[in-house]
C-alpha cells in the first residue's frame, strides 16, 4: 500500500477526495507550495503547519546537486532532514535539467547537464531519476519525462512523447526492484536506527505502533529539534506517477495518456503545459487530456498557475496543483487580494494603513498595514519576503478551502 484515494464527493467534473500517504491525509483538490530546496523560502515549517500545508513540493534536481542525494538518505529521508512529518512530492528533476542546466545531451539513455551552479557535469535517465526520488523518500515520486518545448513541430512532439514513453516503462520498472530502499521503510529503518543507537543520537527514530495517519512532531524529544514521525506499515511504499506528454496536440494527449495508463501508475500527471503557450490553449489541452485519465486515479496538473486558474482547473477534475507563482511573486512584492493584485512596492502605499487583504485571515493581515509592508519591501528586509510569502500562501490554501467546500 502505498496511497490510497479517496473520493468523497463530486460535482460535475469537480471531485472532492483524501489523498491517505504515508505521511498523513492530503485533502483534495490541493495546491501544493513548493519548497525547491527542502524550503518554501521564507518560511518555517512550523508555520507551513500552522497555515494547514499537507503536502508540499520538492526539487529533485537542486537536491540532487546540493546537498546531494546521499547526504539526505543518510540522515533519514527528506522529511527528518527538514522537519517535515507530512506529505511530500518530488518532481524527477527532468523539468529542471530542461529549463536551468547549460550544454545538455539528450540521448534514449538519459540526460548530461552541467550543473547551473558550478558546470560539472551531471547524468539523469529514468534509473538514476528513481534512484533520487528514493533516497530522498517522498511520498509520491515522478517518472522521468522529457518536457517537449513550445512550439514544435508535429514530428518532434511525436518523437518526445514516444521517449516519454519508454522513459516511463523504465522508471516504473527500476522502482518496482528499488521501491523498499526508501529510508522510512521498516528494514531501511531498522537499519538506521541500529546505526544511530551506537553513536547515542537518541530513540527518535524508533518505529511506534499508531502513528498513521495522524502526522505530528510526536517523536520530539526534550533537548532535540522535532523529528518527523514515521510510518509503522512495513508494507508501505512511495507512489510513483506517470506524465502524460504530447504537446499541444490532442489526439497525442490522448495517446500518451492510454499507453500511460496501460503502463500503469498510482497517480496520472499532465506535463508540458506552461511552457509559454497561451493560457487558453492550457486550458483546452488540459480538458482535453483528462477526459482519457482513469476517474479512480488522482491527477495532477504541474506548474499552474494563478488563483482564478486552480479554481478552473479543479472544477475541470484536477486533484493537486503546484506553482512558484505566490511563493515568488511574494518575493518580488507581488500579493494577491480579494480585491486583486496589489504591487507592494509603489507609492501609494506608503501612508495606508489599512490591512493588505480586509478579508484574509492570515497572521499578516490581522497585524500589520500596507504602509509597512511597503516600507519593508522598499527597504529591502528579510522580513519583508517572509510576510509577503505568509500572505500569499494564505491567499491560495484558502482559495483550495473554498473551492472544496463548494464541492
Ligand atoms: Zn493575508
Same mark, same amino acid.
Given at each position: 500500500?502505498?496511497?490510497?484515494?479517496?473520493?468523497?464527493?463530486?460535482?460535475?467534473?469537480?471531485?472532492?477526495?483524501?489523498?491517505?500517504?504515508?505521511?498523513?491525509?492530503?485533502?483534495?483538490?490541493?495546491?501544493?507550495?513548493?519548497?525547491?530546496?527542502?524550503?518554501?523560502?521564507?518560511?518555517p515549517q512550523d508555520l507551513l503547519d500552522q497555515l494547514?500545508?499537507?503536502?508540499?513540493?520538492?526539487?529533485?534536481?537542486?537536491?540532487?546537486?546540493?546537498?546531494?542525494?546521499?547526504?539526505?538518505?543518510?540522515?533519514?529521508?527528506?522529511?527528518?532532514?527538514?522537519?517535515?512529518?507530512?506529505?511530500?512530492?518530488?518532481?524527477?528533476?527532468?523539468?529542471?535539467?530542461?529549463?536551468?542546466?547549460?550544454?545538455?545531451?539528450?540521448?534514449?539513455?538519459?540526460?548530461?547537464?552541467?550543473?547551473?551552479?558550478?558546470?560539472?557535469?551531471?547524468?539523469?535517465?529514468?534509473?538514476?531519476?528513481?534512484?533520487?526520488?528514493?533516497?530522498?523518500?517522498?511520498?509520491?515520486?515522478?517518472?522521468?519525462?522529457?518536457?517537449?518545448?513550445?512550439?514544435?513541430?508535429?514530428?518532434?512532439?511525436?518523437?518526445?512523447?514516444?521517449?516519454?514513453?519508454?522513459?516511463?516503462?523504465?522508471?516504473?520498472?527500476?522502482?518496482?526492484?528499488?521501491?523498499?530502499?526508501?529510508?522510512?521503510?521498516?528494514?531501511?529503518?531498522?537499519?538506521?536506527?541500529?546505526?544511530?543507537?551506537?553513536?547515542?543520537?537518541?530513540?527518535?527514530?524508533?518505529?511506534?505502533?499508531?502513528?498513521?495517519?495522524?502526522?505530528?512532531?510526536?517523536?520530539?524529544?526534550?533537548?532535540?529539534?522535532?523529528?518527523?514521525?514515521?510510518?509503522?506499515?512495513?508494507?508501505?511504499?512511495?507512489?510513483?506517477? @506517470?506524465?502524460?506528454?504530447? *504537446?499541444?496536440?490532442? &489526439? /497525442?494527449?490522448? !495517446?500518451?495518456? %492510454?499507453? #500511460? +495508463? $496501460?503502463?500503469?501508475?498510482?497517480?496520472?500527471?499532465? @506535463?508540458?503545459?506552461?511552457? *509559454?503557450?497561451?493560457? &487558453? /490553449?492550457?486550458? !483546452?489541452?488540459? %480538458?482535453? #487530456? +483528462? $477526459?482519457?485519465?482513469?476517474?479512480?486515479?488522482?491527477?495532477?496538473?504541474?506548474?499552474? *498557475?494563478?488563483?482564478?486558474?486552480?479554481?478552473?482547473?479543479?472544477?475541470?477534475?484536477?486533484?493537486?496543483?503546484?506553482?512558484?507563482?505566490?511563493?515568488?511573486a511574494a518575493r518580488h512584492g507581488l500579493l494577491f487580494?480579494?480585491?486583486?493584485?496589489?504591487?507592494?512596492?509603489?507609492?501609494?502605499?506608503?501612508?495606508?494603513?489599512?490591512?493588505?487583504?480586509?478579508?484574509?485571515?492570515?497572521?499578516?493581515?490581522?497585524?500589520?498595514?500596507?504602509?509597512?509592508?511597503?516600507?519593508?519591501?522598499?527597504?529591502?528586509?528579510?522580513?519583508?519576503?517572509?510576510?509577503?510569502?505568509?500572505?500569499?500562501?494564505?491567499?491560495?490554501?484558502?482559495?483550495?478551502?473554498?473551492?472544496?467546500?463548494?464541492?
Amino acid at each position: 500500500m502505498s496511497l490510497r484515494f479517496e473520493i468523497i464527493k463530486s460535482s460535475h467534473a469537480a471531485r472532492r477526495s483524501t489523498l491517505h500517504t504515508p505521511h498523513g491525509e492530503v485533502e483534495t483538490p490541493v495546491f501544493m507550495p513548493v519548497g525547491t530546496a527542502a524550503t518554501v523560502k521564507g518560511v518555517p515549517q512550523d508555520l507551513l503547519d500552522q497555515l494547514g500545508v499537507q503536502i508540499l513540493l520538492s526539487n529533485t534536481y537542486h537536491l540532487y546537486l546540493r546537498p546531494g542525494i546521499d547526504q539526505i538518505r543518510k540522515l533519514g529521508g527528506l522529511h527528518r532532514f527538514m522537519s517535515w512529518p507530512r506529505a511530500i512530492l518530488t518532481d524527477s528533476g527532468g523539468f529542471q535539467v530542461f529549463s536551468l542546466s547549460d550544454l545538455r545531451n539528450v540521448t534514449e539513455e538519459g540526460v548530461t547537464f552541467r550543473s547551473h551552479l558550478d558546470g560539472s557535469s551531471h547524468f539523469l535517465s529514468p534509473e538514476t531519476a528513481i534512484e533520487a526520488q528514493i533516497g530522498l523518500g517522498a511520498d509520491i515520486i515522478m517518472a522521468f519525462d522529457e518536457c517537449t518545448e513550445y512550439p514544435a513541430e508535429a514530428s518532434r512532439i511525436r518523437e518526445s512523447m514516444e521517449m516519454t514513453l519508454r522513459w516511463a516503462a523504465r522508471s516504473k520498472r527500476y522502482f518496482a526492484d528499488h521501491k523498499s530502499e526508501v529510508p522510512w521503510n521498516r528494514s531501511q529503518l531498522s537499519a538506521v536506527s541500529s546505526q544511530q543507537n551506537q553513536i547515542h543520537v537518541g530513540p527518535d527514530v524508533h518505529v511506534r505502533a499508531g502513528e498513521r495517519g495522524s502526522p505530528k512532531f510526536a517523536e520530539q524529544s526534550s533537548a532535540g529539534p522535532p523529528r518527523a514521525a514515521v510510518p509503522t506499515k512495513p508494507e508501505q511504499s512511495q507512489a510513483l506517477f @506517470g506524465i502524460v506528454q504530447g *504537446g499541444m496536440d490532442p &489526439a /497525442l494527449r490522448k !495517446e500518451s495518456a %492510454e499507453r #500511460t +495508463i $496501460e503502463i500503469g501508475f498510482d497517480g496520472y500527471a499532465i @506535463g508540458g503545459l506552461s511552457v *509559454g503557450e497561451p493560457r &487558453a /490553449l492550457t486550458r !483546452e489541452i488540459v %480538458e482535453s #487530456t +483528462i $477526459e482519457h485519465l482513469p476517474k479512480d486515479k488522482p491527477r495532477y496538473l504541474m506548474g499552474v *498557475g494563478t488563483p482564478e486558474e486552480i479554481v478552473e482547473y479543479s472544477k475541470l477534475g484536477i486533484d493537486m496543483m503546484d506553482c512558484v507563482l505566490p511563493t515568488r511573486a511574494a518575493r518580488h512584492g507581488l500579493l494577491f487580494t480579494s480585491g486583486g493584485k496589489i504591487s507592494i512596492k509603489q507609492a501609494r502605499y506608503a501612508g495606508d494603513e489599512r490591512p493588505l487583504d480586509p478579508s484574509c485571515s492570515c497572521q499578516v493581515c490581522r497585524r500589520y498595514s500596507r504602509a509597512y509592508l511597503r516600507h519593508l519591501y522598499a527597504s529591502n528586509e528579510v522580513l519583508s519576503q517572509v510576510l509577503n510569502t505568509i500572505h500569499n500562501l494564505t491567499y491560495y490554501l484558502d482559495t483550495m478551502r473554498r473551492v472544496r467546500h463548494s464541492i
